[in-house]
């Protein structure tokens, strides 16, 4: 009943990570995004948050592909299961349970730094759509708002089949904003949604330009 998409990025300032998802459930939000300094993981269909969480710990130490499956090893249903995710090393993950409701699947694009995956979807457009809206974004606007347009494109290719009612967005970047971490918990047009509370958290941070008025997150 979701689709989502986890991106890495590499720039001068340093590397930054990024996920945005969407389903036809509340606060998606607070389930399946996890993200720090060391990597990005989403999980998601019939959802254990502990697979996010404690992958995410686990980045410090290892690669997101032997934290993930370890976990999954010791999740007695897994086959339910359906997680993806990058960290800072170049490592990549996914997986999609054969329990999941479909349609539904997973992408791993290591040549573009991302993974997509989904679940109870119209068809697979919307991962390809997903995947291809992002990386033709490159080098426009910030991560933030490349994601929630990927994510709006996604939408319009199909999405969840049974509709969209909340969507967040997180990004962990060498310089941490306001306008990184963004939910809509229920929304008739959640990705929309989204979208007008991204444009205007980012005016509100952009009025701290001094660094004497900086809001301090890590």
Known sequence: MTFSICVREESDEGTSFGVAVSTDAPAVGALAPCIS???VISTQSFVNVCLGRRGIALLPDIAVDDALKGLLEQDDHS????VHGLDVRG???A???DGCDGWFGHRVHEEHDLTVAGNMLVGEETLETLAETFVASEGEDDLVSRLIDALAAGKEAGGDKRGHTSAAVMVKAPRTMAHHDLRVDAHDEPIAELKRV???AKEASEGFSESSKERIFD
Do not use: K, V
């Not at 086959?79 to 359906?82: A, K, S």
């Open 37 to 39: 300094h060391d990597g």
């Open 79 to 82: 086959d339910l299961r359906q």
């Open 95 to 97: 997986y999609s349970g």
């Open 91 to 93: 490592n990549a993950f």
């Open 198 to 200: 991204y444009e205007t």
